[in-house]
């Protein structure tokens, strides 16, 4: 049984990660906390439905086409809503937050209620992993969480736009100096966040049904793991998230499963009284410190 | 710029001529059926849809014959939403006054979907004096009250399964299995509310009074989306069943990874996303072998029983697809009707004489024979000639739900999955 959860967790924290990873991207970037990232991520998960199912579309263009659609969606978002409010950050909150709100509400307006909302499996096939049976989603998972990880540490790394946002994370002034078109860059962060997400969605919610609520779960998934890793970093999200899904399996296995989802908000409080800018955070290292 | 005025004021004035002659000179004023529901969820939205098929059929064949009045039936449907997690019981019972202060029911159907809101929203119906018809929330906690107080709770009716009787429902499916397979170890999995709590802690002592060994109980919280720890558990202790209790969409990953990790466990009780012809198809054909309970007859057609069939049909016809949800809509449908005898009994909309009327029920209706006891609950059985029906089926290997309790409605024999050998 331990092998089992120690693959499940494991499973669990890349989800974790997978959701939270575009919502740490944008905050890093661009400073807004989108909290409209659980409506982009269910989003994503209905347009593809859409594409599948109404327009019958094939897997390999509707998938790309729900992740594009998304990330200009949250393009817009940043460009008609937040830059509006840009740096007023109780009204960045509270605009993202709306917005979110809305587009999940809009969903259940809409009638997309019911358990027909699902997305096919990229992977039909089962393995055994150190005697564990693991399906074929949850390798891809793995796979795309991996991949996904990897991906934004060369992209940030060896391409110009990369390096801009990088530039922009560490001091969005000088950035400015060397000609850097920060509000773009911004834009551009937001995008690919949303898209992020988007990816993560198409890869999770084959695993179930996509419904109106899981837009709010994510969030707090992805506020979780971004607290408790310090908002903005990307090694501290990998190692959040894999914190908090071991802690969850472990809880589930060994504890009590009513508890698995109070670890997460469990960690938020911890992190917040012992270490307000998270494990590796350096937004208010200095505050700390005095 | 005054003539304009004066032009605008006349063709106002003729507007409302027009209007006021073209309505029906002396025409009734329509019953009205408050729905205040958990409309974001499959089980309110269909329910919702079956009342509103019901009306239609009454308005058409002329409508509601009240002291020789016929007057047609509306529904005004409000969204209370407290089927989801984090929107707390004081809201949705403004949701309730609201529709009650502004709409005026005369009578309100289907009703909170939490067993938590009906019964902190008892309170306000009584208050209020509007007969009540729910067909969701399923505590027994709702009996009791109007029983403990009947002047002041007698408005209140349940159409629907309550938890007993669906522990009775499961009892009886438990001892076909430990008959026919000699299965006696068993896993709960509940979801973390009342009804389900209730259903499971009923459950676990039926078990253990019946020779069966309980080898776990978990409860997962609403919303949560990984299964595979406890069924890691119930494989490790070699459960033979896997009793579940969920309505909750994301419960349908539970079947997912039941499959996929071949538990060799029978999947037995009430997992929501597993109840329409659809799940086959959104499931991608992983769920044959589950056993899955319908908790009111006509929510899936029966080959032994018409006017399930009947109902189902219609709703097809009207809807383009199928019902999703085992609990809800057949009970609304029947509500209407129920509803429509009990004013015509009473020959006034007032709600005392509704209710009069309403406790003397008597009618062969979707679900079987529709009957209250003094709890005001739909009095239940297993034969749909005698008493209202609740069902077991099972998700054939090639997509279909055939019917395998109880006998009077039986369509074929239980199976184990392919992966799972009888104990016996």
Known sequence: MLQGTIIYGFINSVMLLLVALGFNLTFGISGVANFAFGALYITAGFLAWIGLNTLGLPYWLAGPAAVFITAVLAGLLYRFVVLRVRGLVVSEVIATFGVGLAILELFRFLGFIGFEYTLPEMLDLEVSLAGVIVDGQRLAILLVGAGLTLFLWWFTRHTRTGRAFRAIAQDEHTALTLGINTERVATVSVAFGAAYAAVAALVILPLGTIAVNEGYHVLVNALAVCIVGGLGSTLGVVVASFMIGFAQTFTATYLDTSWMMVVSLLAILVILLARPSGLFGSQKQLEERI | ?424
């Open chain 2, 1 to 424: 710029m005054a003539s304009k005025s004066a032009w605008r004021v006349l063709g106002l004035a003729l507007l409302l001529l027009t209007a006021w002659t073209a309505a029906p000179a002396g025409a009734a004023e329509p019953i009205v059926l408050g729905v205040p529901s958990s409309l974001g969820a499959v089980e309110g939205k269909e329910s919702l849809n079956a009342v509103k098929l019901a009306v239609e059929e009454i308005n058409q064949a002329g409508g509601v014959k009240v002291a020789g009045q016929a007057r047609q039936m509306v529904v005004e449907a409000i969204d209370i939403r407290d089927s989801s997690p984090g929107v707390p019981v004081p809201e949705a019972l403004l949701g309730i006054e609201k529709m009650i202060l502004e709409k005026k029911p005369h009578a309100i159907l289907v009703g909170p979907f939490r067993s938590e809101a009906l019964l902190a929203g008892m309170d306000i119906i009584a208050k209020y004096k509007v007969p009540m018809l729910g067909t969701i929330a399923m505590t027994p906690e709702s009996e009791k009250k109007i029983q403990s107080d009947p002047e002041k709770y007698k408005y209140i009716f349940r159409v629907s399964l309550n938890v007993p009787n669906w522990a009775k429902l499961l009892g009886g499916t438990m001892k076909a299995l430990q008959t026919q397979f000699g299965l006696n170890k068993v896993y709960l999995m509940n979801q973390d509310v009342l009804w389900a709590r209730g259903t499971a802690n009923a459950m676990k002592g039926w078990y253990t009074a019946n020779g069966w060994y309980v080898q776990g109980h978990d409860e997962y919280p609403t919303g949560a989306g990984d299964f595979a720890p406890v069924l890691m558990k119930a494989k490790t202790g070699g459960a033979h069943v896997l009793f579940t209790c969920f309505d909750m969409p994301e419960s349908g990953i539970l079947v997912k990874q039941w499959k996929s990790q071949k538990v060799p466990a029978l999947m037995a009780g009430f997992i929501s996303p597993m109840t329409g012809q659809g799940a086959w198809k959104a499931f991608d054909g992983k769920i044959g072998g589950v056993l899955n309970a319908i908790f009111e007859l006509g929510n899936m057609p029966s080959q032994k029983y018409a006017p399930a069939t009947a109902f189902y049909q219609a709703y097809e016809k009207k809807y383009g697809k199928g019902l999703e949800a085992g609990h809800g809509p057949a009970p609304s449908y029947e509500s209407v009707y129920l509803l429509k005898e009990a004013l015509e009994k009473a020959g006034t909309t007032e709600a005392d004489a509704v209710v009069a009327a309403l406790e003397k029920t008597d009618r062969q209706g979707v679900m079987g024979r529709v009957k209250f006891d003094a709890g005001h609950q739909v009095i239940y059985g297993t034969d749909p000639k005698e008493a209202a029906t609740a069902c077991f089926f099972q998700w054939t290997d090639d997509g279909k739900r055939m019917i395998v309790y109880p006998p009077a409605l039986a369509e074929g024999e239980i199976k184990l999955p392919s992966w799972m050998k009888p104990a016996k």
